[in-house]
Every structure is written in structure tokens, then in C-alpha cells.
């Protein structure tokens, strides 16, 4: 089946420090991959995508490269404000099938950021 | 234009009691989907809809039990509260596409 693998957490950083989260998943075909956003009482957000191999989604600062080789979606942002502090979740959907374009969560990746 | 509404946002039960989540979209979207959220877990989908009237099950299904009777509605339901159900419920629904996720802001149940 269909897994994301996101690295472990809680990160904390101060303002403008550079900004990785790893993430690596597992599936079969080739997925949709997606990064969502849940700001503190909120629901979650899409925050990028990307659909095909070498594909670079960006949105707000961050980016994420599909590598289809090394089977994974990090998510960077080069400099971090206090108002990015949210959980990151990593997701990707595996088309076709009897997916029904069902999301795969990772565990999600608390970041705070301090001024 | 509200999106995805959810009902209630809170709601303490105890153990073996009952209740049912609500989730309202206004946006004709066909498909619907219920996930819980726990710390370390990330979303896990407990049921979803294709369309008014069906309904399929998730990942973790057992204590729940959902209807579609109407296309704008999806309805969660706990029969016997138990308080490993003790969690953050979301519902989304989306398009045909995959891109079109919208998610409800959440309702945080605690069963004691």
C-alpha cells in the first residue's frame, strides 16, 4: 500500500534560518505528491504540489522537488518567519485504481519559529 | 462562499454514549471524506463517499459509521463512544480533480 514517511519533530527554528523537512514515500505508479499547512485551530491547507517526476511545486517561499529516484518531496523554505509556525503535513495521492484520489498522510511536522 | 462547514467544533461524550459529526459543502462537490487526526499519526481516512448515497470504508473503520443521503452532507457517526475515539475529526471533499481538496476547520471530541 501507499505510505509518506515524514522526518521526526517538533523543529524549531529562529527567524530566517533555512528550513528543511524531509519527506519519502512509498507507493505504487506514479502519485500526485502534496504539502499541506494547518495553522494553530485551522484546518489544513495546500500548500504545494507537484504531479510528474522532477517537478518543482512552490508557493509562499517554499519549494519541493519530486525526485522520483530517490523517492522522496523535502520541503525547504530559505528563510523562515514567525508567522510560517504550523504543522507540514506530506501527502500524495496514487491515481487511477480504486484510489478514489485518496490522500496519504505522513505523521506531520510541528515547526515553531521564534523571533 | 463557506466551503466545508463542520458541527460541532467541540464535544466531550462519555464512554458508550452516542452522536453524530456533520459536514455541510457547498461547492457540489461528489466526493467526500471523514479523517481523525492523532499526535504523531497524521490524518487516517476513516471513511469516504464517491457520490450521494454511497459511502466506502477507510483505513480504520471499525466504530464508525457513516450516510450520504444527500450530496451536499456527509455524516459520521459513533454508536458506543469509546475513548480511543478520542480524537480531531476532518472532513474534506473535493472535484474531479486531485488538487481540489478543501478541508473543514475540524471537531475535536473527547470521550471520557
Known amino acids: 500500500g501507499n505510505s509518506v514517511t515524514q522526518m521526526e519533530g517538533p523543529v524549531t527554528l529562529s527567524e530566517e534560518a533555512f528550513l528543511t523537512i524531509n519527506c519519502t514515500y512509498t507507493a505504487t505508479g506514479y502519485p500526485s505528491l502534496f504539502w499541506y499547512v494547518q495553522y494553530p485551530g485551522e484546518g489544513l491547507q495546500l500548500l504545494l504540489k507537484a504531479t510528474k517526476a522532477d517537478d518543482k511545486g512552490s508557493n509562499k517561499g517554499f519549494e519541493a522537488t519530486y525526485r522520483k529516484e530517490t523517492t522522496s518531496f523535502h520541503l525547504e523554505k530559505g528563510s523562515v518567519q514567525v508567522s510560517d509556525s504550523a504543522v507540514y503535513f506530506c501527502a500524495l495521492i496514487s491515481a487511477g485504481g480504486t484510489s478514489y484520489g485518496k490522500l496519504t498522510f505522513g505523521q506531520g511536522t510541528i515547526l515553531t519559529v521564534h523571533p | 462562499n463557506a466551503g466545508v462547514t463542520q458541527t460541532p467544533k467541540f464535544r466531550v461524550l462519555k464512554t458508550g454514549q452516542s452522536m453524530t459529526l456533520l459536514c455541510a459543502q457547498d461547492?457540489?462537490?461528489?466526493?467526500m471524506y471523514w479523517y481523525r487526526q492523532d499526535p504523531g499519526m497524521g490524518l487516517r481516512l476513516i471513511h469516504y463517499s464517491v457520490g450521494e448515497g454511497t459511502t466506502a470504508k477507510g483505513e480504520v473503520p471499525d466504530g464508525y459509521n457513516v450516510s450520504r443521503l444527500k450530496k451536499q452532507n456527509f455524516l459520521l457517526g459513533l454508536e458506543s463512544a469509546a475513548p480511543s475515539q478520542t480524537s480531531v475529526y476532518f472532513c474534506?471533499?473535493?472535484?474531479?480533480?486531485?488538487?481540489?481538496?478543501?478541508f473543514g476547520s475540524g471537531t475535536r471530541l473527547t470521550v471520557v
Open positions: 474534506a471533499s473535493r472535484g474531479d480533480g486531485y488538487y481540489g481538496y478543501t
Open positions: 461547492m457540489n462537490h461528489e466526493y
